[in-house]
């Protein structure tokens, strides 16, 4: 046979130069394992000893179908077909089963054959080929701009035809250039029976394969589906019941302004009960700012967090600027406030101006809930790959039951008598979201009537 030389050879292309040449398939990496898995599948059930041929993907589970069938039938032959520099074969014996193993070697510098798989199986019963090209990728560039359409993996052909396969042969005889290997190829006669009943058990194994695979994706998607129709549920049941508390916190203050003036237009009233219910108005309008404010806080961040990104922020360029800020409404409540935060801090990683939202909401909250005359600290501390800022107040404390609660949305513990306007209770939800979204956790401690310390962990920089 006139061949090509072994640097322009393609094994692939000798098969399809044939009369009437094989059907081409377009299919994936995944398909080849499943039709190598067939087809060993069937020479194991029907214990046929075969010399078997084979280049695979680089790819463990490949080789290891090879190793499955040669457990099962000791006296088969293997060639595993690598690409090496010079043509040689060296025959590993497997030191558990005894079992011949070959690494057939072909030439190295044929491009062709690199991107070129098969499987050849040579028996007395049942010969068959499975073919695979993968096409060069600027090829696949090329083809992708111009279909849109997603590039196959390989083009495959599968063959009976013992033409076809003595071509394959021939060319792999060429670029090996093994006198074991020719030895075995050249004496091999094809069977002369039809193969009709090992193809027709090959093809239902197939199928049978085919529809194991489609049935584990079918489920492997019922289950991602379900999971994310559970997930939206969720979404939506946590929006109702946001939507419902957030029209609950609204209606309070609307009740109490509408009572208010209600009683303001009693003929009757006198001018003291008069300025305690416009004092009234006041701090329900305010405190229906607060809410209406925190309220579209708490969207804007949902709405954007995710897409955030992280990045180096300085704790002594933050922490004293919003402490001065608070000073003039701690001194005016007799609230010793203070603060250490060493320049030499390593930055820690936080999104844009989410520390900022972190040290307003956790140092208002600490004087908020301290009486007059108690004392308000804020610190930091390095530990290993974090850095700690801790915000402690001598306040009213947080009851052991309701410390796990003072995150969720609206949630407020009882009033104190220095809060004017009331809160949103939004303040720490926006801080737990914040050093959730910056990788840190933070944690409270308190003991009612004595005080409270929260701990914030961000991750340093330089850990």
Not at 36 to 62: G, H, M, R, W, Y
Request: aromatic residues 8%; glycine residues 4%; charged residues 20%.
């Amino acid at each position: 046979m006139n061949l090509s030389p072994p640097q322009n050879l393609s094994i692939y292309q000798l098969a399809l130069d044939v009369e009437v040449p094989p059907k081409r398939l377009i299919i994936s990496s995944a398909t080849l394992l499943s039709m190598v898995k067939s087809q060993i599948d069937l020479l194991i059930e029907q214990k046929i000893s075969a010399t078997i041929v084979a280049k695979f993907p680089p790819l463990n589970i490949f080789k290891s179908e090879l190793k499955r069938y040669q457990q099962h039938l000791g006296d088969a032959t293997i060639y595993n077909c690598q690409l090496a520099e010079a043509g040689e074969v060296k025959a590993n014996v497997n030191s558990d089963s005894g079992k011949s193993y070959s690494s057939l070697q072909l030439v190295v510098d044929n491009r062709q054959v690199e991107r070129e798989y098969f499987l050849i199986i040579l028996s007395a019963e049942f010969c068959s080929l499975i073919l695979a090209h993968r096409p060069q990728k600027i090829k696949k560039q090329v083809l992708n701009k111009r279909n849109n359409q997603k590039i196959p993996s390989m083009v495959t052909v599968q063959t009976f035809d013992g033409n076809v396969i003595q071509r394959v042969l021939d060319g792999i005889k060429n670029l090996a250039n093994s006198k074991q290997f020719n030895k075995i190829t050249d004496n091999f006669v094809y069977p002369q029976t039809s193969q009709a009943a090992f193809t027709s058990q090959l093809f239902l194994a197939q199928v049978k394969r085919q529809e194991e695979i489609n049935s584990r994706k079918y489920k492997s998607r019922f289950s991602n589906f379900k999971e994310q129709n559970q997930t939206l549920r969720s979404k939506l049941q946590g929006k109702d019941e946001y939507l419902r508390n957030v029209c609950q916190e609204l209606l309070s203050p609307l009740t109490h302004i509408k009572t208010a003036l209600s009683l303001l237009n009693s003929p009757s009233i006198k001018a003291p009960s008069r300025q305690r219910y416009l004092d009234m108005i006041k701090r329900e309008c305010d405190r229906q700012n607060y809410l209406m404010t925190g309220v579209m806080d708490l969207v804007e961040l949902e709405r954007n967090l995710d897409n955030s990104f992280l990045e180096p922020v300085c704790l002594s360029e933050v922490v004293p600027g919003v402490v001065s800020t608070y000073q003039p409404l701690a001194q005016e409540r007799g609230i010793m406030l203070a603060y250490t935060v060493p320049n030499d801090l390593p930055n820690v990683w936080c999104v844009s101006g989410g520390l900022r939202q972190i040290v307003i909401n956790l140092l208002s909250n600490c004087i908020k809930f301290t009486p007059n005359g108690g004392q308000v600290w804020v610190r930091t501390r390095i530990q290993p790959d974090y850095v700690q800022l801790e915000f402690r107040d001598t306040g009213i404390g947080i009851p052991e039951n309701e410390i796990s609660k003072i995150f969720n949305r609206f949630y407020k513990v009882r009033p104190v008598a220095n809060e004017e306007t009331g809160s949103a209770g939004l303040g720490l939800t926006i801080v737990e979201k914040l050093i959730a979204r910056c990788g840190g956790s933070i944690s409270v401690s308190s003991i009612p009537g004595e005080g409270t310390s929260f701990k914030v962990l961000l991750a340093s920089v330089s850990g």
